[in-house]
C-alpha cells in the first residue's frame, strides 16, 4: 500500500512539471531585444526613450510571463525589418500580416490592436476607389497594402512613395498629393500632432482591416513560446486594464 501511493505521488510530482508553462523555463534564457518604428501612437520616441500603446502592450504581457528585456529600439521600418530579419532582434511591432514574412517570422494568434486602413484627403467627395482615377496618391514605402489597392492606384493614378505618414500628410496639406492611404489610429494622431486643417478621414473607404502584431524571430524564438505570448496577450486585451490603456491613447478626454 505505501508503495502504491509513493508511486502516485511521484507520478503527480512529474505531471505537475511537465504541465508548467513554457514561459516558466524562458525566464533563464538571455534577455529579449525588441525593435520597432516610430509610429505613433502605437510606438512614439522621447529622448531615446520608446514607448506608445503597442509598446506598453508587448511590454505588459512578457512582463507577467517572466521574461526580460535587454532593450526596445525604433528605427525607420525597412532597416528594423532588416535588423529582425538578420537575427538581430527578437521581437518586431506593430507588423501587419503578410504570407512573405511567414518565411522567417512567427505570428501569434493574437494581434495586439486591430484597425482599419483608410483614405484621406481634403476632398469630400470620394466614395470609393473609382473616385481617386486620374489623382495623385501618396503611400509610404515598406507598407503592406492589399494587392488589389495596389493594382488599382498603379493603373489609374499617380503614386508617389515617401518614407513616413508624417511626410504624407504635410504633402497632402499643402496640396502636392490629392489623398493618401495611411491607418486610422495613426491617422488622427498625426493631423492632431501637426496642427493640420481640412483634412478627413474617409472611413467607408476602407482599404484593409488588419492585426497589428508583435512577430517573433523563428530563428531564436520557438512557437511554443509565441503561442504562451498570444495566450497571455488575449488575456490581457479582455482586461479593464487594457481597454483603460485603449481609451487613453485613442479616445483622450471621452469617459
Same mark, same amino acid.
Given at each position: 500500500?505505501?508503495?502504491?501511493?509513493? #508511486?502516485?505521488?511521484?507520478? &503527480?510530482?512529474?505531471?505537475?512539471?511537465?504541465?508548467?508553462? $513554457?514561459?516558466?523555463?524562458?525566464?533563464? %534564457?538571455?534577455?529579449?531585444? =525588441? +525593435? @520597432?518604428?516610430?509610429?505613433?501612437?502605437?510606438?512614439?520616441?522621447?529622448?531615446?526613450?520608446?514607448?506608445?500603446?503597442?509598446?506598453?502592450?508587448?511590454?505588459?504581457?512578457? /512582463?507577467?510571463?517572466? +521574461? !526580460?528585456?535587454?532593450? #526596445?529600439?525604433?528605427?525607420?521600418?525597412?532597416?528594423? &525589418?532588416?535588423?529582425?530579419?538578420?537575427?538581430?532582434?527578437?521581437?518586431?511591432?506593430?507588423?501587419?500580416?503578410?504570407?512573405?514574412?511567414?518565411?522567417?517570422?512567427?505570428? !501569434?494568434?493574437?494581434?495586439?490592436?486591430?484597425? !482599419?486602413?483608410?483614405?484621406?484627403?481634403?476632398?469630400?467627395?470620394?466614395?470609393?476607389?473609382?473616385?481617386?482615377?486620374?489623382?495623385?496618391?501618396?503611400?509610404?514605402?515598406?507598407?503592406?497594402?492589399?494587392?488589389?489597392?495596389?493594382?488599382?492606384? %498603379?493603373?489609374? @493614378?499617380?503614386?508617389?512613395? +515617401?518614407?513616413?505618414?508624417?511626410?504624407?500628410?504635410?504633402? =497632402?496639406?499643402?496640396?502636392?498629393?490629392?489623398?493618401?492611404?495611411?491607418?486610422?489610429?495613426?491617422?488622427?494622431?498625426?493631423? /492632431?500632432?501637426?496642427?493640420?486643417?481640412?483634412?478627413?478621414?474617409? #472611413?467607408?473607404? +476602407?482599404?484593409?482591416?488588419?492585426?497589428?502584431?508583435?512577430?517573433?524571430?523563428?530563428?531564436?524564438?520557438?512557437?511554443? $513560446?509565441?503561442?504562451?505570448?498570444?495566450?497571455?496577450?488575449?488575456?490581457?486585451?479582455?482586461?479593464?486594464?487594457?481597454?483603460?490603456?485603449?481609451?487613453?491613447? $485613442? &479616445?483622450?478626454?471621452?469617459?
Amino acid at each position: 500500500m505505501w508503495y502504491s501511493i509513493r #508511486t502516485v505521488v511521484f507520478i &503527480m510530482l512529474l505531471l505537475a512539471v511537465t504541465a508548467l508553462p $513554457f514561459y516558466a523555463a524562458q525566464k533563464t %534564457e538571455r534577455p529579449l531585444v =525588441l +525593435v @520597432c518604428d516610430v509610429w505613433p501612437p502605437y510606438q512614439t520616441q522621447h529622448d531615446g526613450r520608446v514607448n506608445g500603446f503597442a509598446t506598453r502592450v508587448v511590454h505588459h504581457v512578457l /512582463n507577467g510571463m517572466g +521574461v !526580460p528585456v535587454k532593450s #526596445t529600439k525604433a528605427f525607420p521600418w525597412q532597416r528594423a &525589418m532588416g535588423i529582425f530579419q538578420a537575427g538581430g532582434a527578437d521581437v518586431l511591432f506593430s507588423a501587419n500580416h503578410t504570407a512573405d514574412r511567414e518565411m522567417f517570422a512567427r505570428y !501569434p494568434e493574437e494581434s495586439l490592436v486591430d484597425s !482599419p486602413w483608410i483614405l484621406w484627403s481634403r476632398k469630400k467627395n470620394l466614395r470609393s476607389l473609382d473616385d481617386l482615377r486620374g489623382l495623385k496618391i501618396g503611400v509610404v514605402s515598406g507598407y503592406s497594402y492589399t494587392l488589389e489597392f495596389w493594382d488599382y492606384i %498603379e493603373t489609374h @493614378c499617380v503614386v508617389e512613395k +515617401v518614407h513616413s505618414d508624417a511626410i504624407n500628410f504635410k504633402k =497632402l496639406a499643402m496640396g502636392r498629393l490629392d489623398a493618401i492611404a495611411a491607418e486610422y489610429g495613426n491617422g488622427r494622431h498625426v493631423l /492632431n500632432s501637426l496642427h493640420l486643417k481640412g483634412i478627413r478621414p474617409h #472611413t467607408d473607404i +476602407v482599404i484593409k482591416t488588419d492585426g497589428l502584431y508583435a512577430i517573433f524571430n523563428k530563428n531564436t524564438v520557438t512557437e511554443k $513560446f509565441v503561442q504562451e505570448f498570444s495566450f497571455r496577450l488575449k488575456e490581457y486585451k479582455a482586461s479593464e486594464g487594457y481597454r483603460d490603456l485603449y481609451r487613453a491613447y $485613442f &479616445m483622450p478626454g471621452q469617459e
